[in-house]
């Protein structure tokens, strides 16, 4: 079982930016995502990066966010530019195919004013 442990959120303005990044226990040579959950909200996929770098954005992002991963780190990445009011969430990391490892505790990301 991989570990996740995801760091790198906090509280920004809107038009702001911040880089999250997914640190993993074990190899994630697998196809990886970014999950994001607001308060009364199910949780959303965000961006997925295939284990080749193809990269998949959900139309909420498209333009604004990049997904990134270093498999010698076993980390994934997420940079947010443009953040908006609805941006505000728990973000999770966790591969996209098979049953997911267990979710970590996320990172907060808070855009406001």
């Known amino acids: 079982q991989v570990q996740l442990v995801e760091s790198g959120g906090g509280l920004v303005q809107p038009g702001g930016s911040l880089r999250l990044s997914c640190a993993a226990s074990?190899?994630?040579?697998?196809?990886m995502a970014w999950y994001r959950q607001a308060p009364g909200k199910q949780r959303e996929l965000v961006a997925s990066?295939?284990?080749?770098?193809?990269?998949n954005y959900a139309d909420s992002v498209k333009g604004r966010f990049t997904i990134s991963r270093d498999n010698a780190k076993n980390t994934v990445y997420l940079q947010m530019n443009s953040l908006k009011l609805e941006d505000t969430a728990v973000y999770y990391c966790?591969?996209?195919?098979?049953?997911?490892?267990?979710w970590g505790q996320g990172t907060q990301v808070t855009v406001s004013s």
């Open positions: 074990g190899s994630i040579i697998y196809a």
């Open positions: 966790n591969r996209v195919v098979g049953v997911p490892w267990s």
């Open positions: 990066i295939s284990s080749g770098g193809r990269r």
